[in-house]
């Protein structure tokens, strides 16, 4: 995806925005740079948590006051419970070795979020079950099909930036387009990387063939 604001969970309770920017390690791809809760599940609350550069802060309800304590802790109306620590594992193994910064929300409707701050870039553990009535975003749709949550799927579906009146952000992302690489032009320059990336992909995921989902794979691993 390009830079900008997008839902990464979006239903009639449950609002989680992701702000993606790119970054020097990341070939000028975006990445998951920050994160808005917010909608009626929170009850009025409102959660932002950006990561180290440029100032960056956990927000809650305006306020910058939780994050600037750690390990630190705090409970809001409705049984919010918000932990800052560097209890817990990391999403990629690469980063094992280094100093944990964690934000733990313990949320309505049994949704538990965790969030890893790092220099430039955050990475983000959604857990939750299906909403009644429906949820879609780049977390996928949560009906149990995963052929369309394919990134093409979610694009069609929901892949438009978040309109400026319905951020959760405390202040505008100014997004610029990234690069708009292909699957052919990882096979094309970089062959014995894309045969590398097929393999570990149907290694890792057996059953995906040749579908959408394992070209989403292969893209990752060629351009991640």
């Given amino acids: 995806f390009d830079e900008g604001d997008y839902w990464l969970v979006k239903s009639k309770k449950v609002f989680i925005q992701g702000r993606y920017r790119a970054t020097p390690f990341t070939n000028g791809l975006a990445a998951t740079y920050a994160v808005a809760l917010g909608g009626p599940f929170l009850i009025g609350h409102t959660i932002v948590v950006e990561p180290f550069e440029h100032g960056g ?19 809001l109306s409705g049984g919010i419970v918000l932990k800052y620590n560097g209890e817990g594992s990391v999403v990629d193994s690469a980063q094992t070795h280094l100093q944990k910064h964690i934000v733990h929300m313990d949320l309505p409707l049994g949704v538990k979020v965790q969030v890893l701050r790092w220099a430039n870039h955050i990475n983000i553990r959604i857990t939750m079950t299906p909403n009644a009535d429906g949820q879609d975003g780049h977390c996928g749709n949560f009906n149990a099909e995963k052929d369309d ?23 505008i992302n100014h997004p610029r387009a990234g690069p708009h690489h292909t699957l052919e032009e990882c096979r094309r320059r970089q062959p014995l990387k894309y045969q590398k990336a097929m393999k570990a992909c149907i290694a890792e995921e057996p059953g995906l063939n040749d579908n959408k989902l394992l070209r989403g794979c292969v893209f990752d691993v060629c351009f991640a």
């Fill in 149 to 171: 949550d394919s990134t093409d799927a979610i694009r069609q579906r929901i892949g438009r930036p978040i309109p400026r009146e319905e951020l959760l952000f405390h202040h």
């Fill in 57 to 75: 802060r956990i927000v809650v309800d305006g306020s910058p006051e939780f994050g600037e304590s750690f390990p630190s802790e705090t409970e």
